[in-house]
């Protein structure tokens, strides 16, 4: 099977490997970002809030450093927004409506707002207008909904006509367009919150990135021995048409264990453990 190595793109800076990485992620302008503490949460144990680090490479390679304060989820999602501060969210709610979810973090990194988005968030991604995306597992049935920063819902994917909208796998934010993949019959979707959605019927099954150029289209990830899987197609009128499958690898070639992905435009960002450096694999390249 054919392989394709993802090439290297971010590194936590060394000075930063002895604290515990919370989470990381890739913003919608490129800037690699890891949410930090001084060690692991342990469940039910450490009291929160905490403070941490975000460490932010940008794609010139300079580093920024900005302090947060009293962080409040055990298990969080990160993402920057275009002023330069930051969403926090918790990615399981202590109850349907916790007001104290999602927390938004000036570029000082004090905290200026909170809000709820709903249990069970898969995937946290915020656009090139500030808008905030969240696709959720099937815990929620709440699907996909595009929220602001003040948390004021824009879109929702309610009467949106996204077949078997269950779980949504996988979520792409570049501009302000979100694609999607979602259990259980996992089409690709492409969302404009001023459009009509529009929806191609697609073979791949449980992939959990996805990334678009034109009419090229690959889906990473799948169950099982597909967890390492790159599958590519063409978007025609009726659906998406398969063209080649592989595998994704580290840059050394090696297959990534436990790992995050995402996607952005044509790009799939991969993240292994130790969850230190970033690679990507570009359709556009």
Sequence with gaps: MQ???LLPYAHLPRAHHARHVLTSTVD??????????DRAPQPGGDPLPLDALVV????????????????????????RLPDGGFIVAASRASRYEDADQVQVFDALGREVSSFSVGDAIE????DEAGHIWVGHFDENPAGIRRWSPTGHIWWTSDGAGIPGLFD?????VSGTTAWACAYTDFPLVQIRPDQPVRVWPNQVRGATAVAIHGERVAFYGGYGDEANRLARGELTEACV????????TLPDGHLPGRRRAVGRGSRIYVQAEPFTAWGVVDLSG
């Excluded at 932010?56 to 993402?79: I, N």
């Excluded at 995937?123 to 915020?126: A, G």
């Excluded at 048409?241 to 994704?248: I, K, M, N």
Aim: proline residues 6%; aromatic residues 8%.
């Design 28 to 37: 919608v302008f490129g800037t690699a970002h890891w949410l930090l503490a």
């Design 3 to 5: 392989k394709t190595a």
């Design 123 to 126: 995937h946290l991604l915020v």
């Design 241 to 248: 048409e398969p063209t080649a499958v592989g595998l994704l």
């Design 56 to 79: 932010s490479v940008h794609p010139g390679g300079d580093v920024e450093l900005t302090e947060l304060s009293a962080v409040r989820a055990r298990w969080p999602r990160l993402d």
């Design 168 to 172: 949504c796998y996988a979520l792409n």
